[in-house]
């Protein structure tokens, strides 16, 4: 079946880093790939997506790209700010009529002064 | 514009007794439904969606259920709770057809003591 692979956590930054957390993806057909970001104590929000290989989501500074020969989809910025502190999941959409996304088990970044 | 709203936002209940959270959506006709569980360190874990009144389907056996009584109103329920049931709660929304986006609220946090 479907699965989503993405980097343990915590991962703790100071402002201005660079950002990249892995997600690799097992599906059939072509899927579609989403980040989302959940801020504290709040739901999910989409923050970008892919919908065919090569693609390339950005959002806010973030950037992932669709690359279906090593099945990634990492997602990456270039100077994180305090602001960025939340839990960042990958999902994929396998596109085979199925009615849910498949989400990886989150990745919690905190973003330190 | 679309808005989903889902309530009670915080619960503390004692084991046994019974669960109703209550989810609407604004702005949008026929949407699907989403009831999703986040437990600590396991990520998000799809309960029920709904494809339309009345339609409800099932993706993890338990002591909950759902329910669409009217088009953009989605209810969790238990009769009697268990200890494992607590956890991040959150309805979502995606349009019918190829996917795209879900839309998430806000989210309910249930504590069963």
């Known amino acids: 079946g479907d699965s989503v692979t993405q980097m343990e956590g915590p991962v703790t930054l100071s402002e201005e880093a660079f950002l990249t957390i892995n997600c690799t993806y097992t599906?059939?057909?072509?899927?579609?790939l989403f980040w989302y970001v959940q801020y504290p104590g709040e739901g999910l929000q989409l923050l970008l997506k892919?919908?065919?290989?090569?693609d390339k989501g950005s959002n806010k500074g973030f950037e992932a790209t669709y690359r279906k020969e090593t099945t990634s989809f990492h997602l990456e910025k270039g100077s994180v700010q305090v602001s960025d502190s939340a839990v960042y999941f990958c999902?994929?959409?396998?596109?085979?009529?199925?009615?849910?996304?498949?989400f990886g088990k989150g990745t919690k970044l905190s973003v330190i002064p | 514009s679309q808005t989903i709203h889902q309530w009670p936002a915080t619960l503390v209940q004692p084991v046994g007794s019974p669960l109703s959270l209550e989810c609407t959506v604004e702005?949008?006709?026929?949407?699907?439904l989403y009831w999703y569980r986040q437990a600590a360190g396991r990520g998000l874990q799809l309960l029920f969606y709904?494809?339309?009144?009345?339609?409800i389907s099932s993706e993890v056996p338990q002591n909950l259920s759902a329910s669409r009584p009217q088009d953009r109103q989605f209810i969790l329920s238990s009769k009697k709770l268990l200890l494992s049931d607590s956890g991040f709660y959150l309805c979502?929304?995606?349009?019918?057809?190829?996917?795209?986006?879900?839309?998430f609220g806000e989210g309910s946090r249930l504590t069963v003591l």
């Open positions: 702005g949008t006709s026929n949407p699907n």
């Open positions: 979502a929304w995606s349009v019918k057809g190829p996917w795209g986006e879900l839309f």
């Open positions: 709904s494809v339309g009144i009345g339609q």
């Open positions: 599906a059939t057909g072509y899927p579609s």
């Open positions: 999902a994929l959409d396998s596109g085979a009529g199925s009615y849910q996304l498949t």
């Open positions: 892919a919908t065919k290989a090569d």
